[in-house]
């Protein structure tokens, strides 16, 4: 698939990024993370996006 296949990847990487900035907001406490069910599967779906990418990346080098 070629460059423009990775620069999808590395966008949607730059976008999960963001949204995860988005879903703790300035508040980086753990404690009130690890007790927040829907934030923490908010956050571990954009992570699995995120590996996902850089799977499909490193397979097209």
Same mark, same amino acid.
């Given at each position: &698939?070629?460059?423009?296949?990775?620069?999808?990847?590395?966008?949607?990487?730059?976008?999960?990024?963001?949204?995860?900035?988005?879903?703790?907001?300035?508040?980086?406490?753990?404690?009130?993370?690890?007790?927040?069910? %829907?934030?923490?599967?908010?956050?571990?779906?954009? %992570?699995?996006?995120?590996?996902?990418? &850089?799977? %499909?990346?490193?397979?097209?080098?």
């Amino acid at each position: &698939m070629g460059h423009r296949s990775i620069q999808k990847y590395l966008y949607d990487i730059q976008q999960s990024i963001l949204s995860i900035e988005e879903y703790l907001g300035e508040k980086r406490d753990f404690i009130a993370y690890e007790q927040n069910k %829907l934030l923490r599967r908010a956050v571990e779906r954009e %992570l699995e996006i995120i590996g996902e990418a &850089m799977a %499909l990346t490193l397979h097209e080098l």
